[in-house]
């Protein structure tokens, strides 16, 4: 069993940043493929970014690009979110979660385990 617990989310003005932590349990930690995704409410469940085991290879949706960036520490079990110049819609629980070698990592059905999500609120 894979437990993911996110931290970091909290209340920003528009502009300002926020660092999203994701810690993962698991002895094969660094074989898995993890992503961020996003809810707002009334809107769906969408993509934000993900990153390979290796880190060689990351994502991102093109309304972060630019913005975010994803980065992983296998020996450490984490992988985090740089959230810069955030926006009003970035306004979301944030989601970590892990998957298995060889898949895209842009869709939530690729997922097997996945975090509790962290608020993360921008003002304008």
């Known amino acids: 069993q894979v437990q993911l617990v996110e931290s970091g989310g909290g209340l920003v003005q528009a502009g300002g940043s926020l660092r999203l932590s994701c810690a993962a349990s698991?002895?094969?930690?660094?074989?898995?493929?993890m992503g961020w995704f996003r809810q707002a409410p009334g809107k769906e469940r969408e993509f934000v970014a993900t990153i390979n085991w290796s880190a060689s290879n990351t994502y991102y949706r093109d309304s972060v690009k630019g913005r975010f960036t994803i980065s992983r520490d296998n020996a450490k079990n984490t992988v985090t979110l740089q959230m810069n110049n955030l926006k009003p819609e970035d306004t979301a629980v944030y989601r970590c979660?892990?998957?298995?070698?060889?898949?895209?990592?842009?869709?939530?059905?690729?997922?097997?385990?996945w975090g509790q999500g962290t608020q993360v609120t921008v003002s304008s």
């Open positions: 698991g002895r094969t930690f660094s074989r898995y493929v």
């Open positions: 979660a892990a998957g298995p070698m060889y898949m895209s990592g842009a869709y939530a059905s690729e997922y097997d385990y």
